[in-house]
């Protein structure tokens, strides 16, 4: 399996800009994460699903930002209007159960 | 709801040391606990985890972990580290609402 896979790496967009970020788990993994770094706060959850259905959406910031799992092997995060302060590290995870969590290489948004 | 602290923001110490970083978890229920470790630039990866059973556990790259359920904690060691451990490491706890939440991490600085 090729792991968790992030697309795109890096995105760079201008504020009010629409942003769209992708995921697709490893398959047969039935938990999906959407986490966000940054320095000042660390590593945040900001959603997650379990068999396709959000669980959990508290850690979402504000309305600006939702997140869609369609099927097992897909899932979005969109940010829009997009902002300054949501330059971050997006990170992707996805586990089967209660097992471990494997994390995509992330995306590195910037927005200017 | 569930929280994870760690102790040390960052640690500096030098090659051959003995490294010690605390966890402790805020949740009554069951919970799965994990180490992740995160090299410079890179995704998450998983050190060890621990599950049930006996309550110290060796990951990878020598590491253990010791889960005092009395004082909700999990700290991680290493007996002796290398210019090669220096990253950022992070506790995880795992509750029954499979929701997987992080510390904000510790800095770990090896110098040679």
């Known amino acids: 399996d090729a792991g968790v896979i992030q697309s795109p790496r890096h995105e760079v967009t201008e504020m009010g800009q629409e942003v769209t970020l992708r995921c697709k788990p490893i398959?047969?993994?039935?938990?999906l994460f959407w986490y966000r770094q940054t320095m000042m706060r660390g590593l945040e959850l900001l959603i997650y699903f379990n068999n396709n259905v959000p669980i959990d959406d508290s850690g979402m910031p504000e309305d600006r930002f939702s997140a869609k799992m369609p099927n097992a092997s897909f899932s979005t995060l969109k940010i829009q209007p997009s902002e300054p302060r949501d330059s971050a590290v997006y990170f992707c995870?996805?586990?089967?159960?209660?097992?471990?969590?494997?994390f995509g290489q992330g995306t590195r948004l910037t927005v200017v | 709801a569930q929280s994870v602290s760690q102790h040390n923001h960052h640690v500096i110490l030098s090659e051959a040391a003995s490294l010690e970083l605390g966890c402790n978890y805020s949740?009554?229920?069951?919970?799965?606990l994990f180490w992740y470790v995160q090299y410079p630039g890179q995704h998450l990866q998983l050190l060890l985890k621990y599950f049930s059973g006996d309550p110290l556990v060796k990951g990878i790259k020598g590491f253990e972990a010791e889960f005092i359920k009395s004082k909700f904690s999990f700290n991680l060691r290493k007996p002796s580290v290398q210019w090669s451990d220096t990253a950022e490491y992070f506790c995880a706890v795992n509750s029954n609402d499979y929701k997987l939440s992080f510390g904000a991490g510790t800095t770990v600085t090896v110098r040679a």
């Open positions: 398959s047969g993994h039935n938990s």
């Open positions: 995870a996805s586990r089967y159960a209660i097992n471990e969590a494997f």
């Open positions: 949740y009554g229920g069951t919970v799965n």
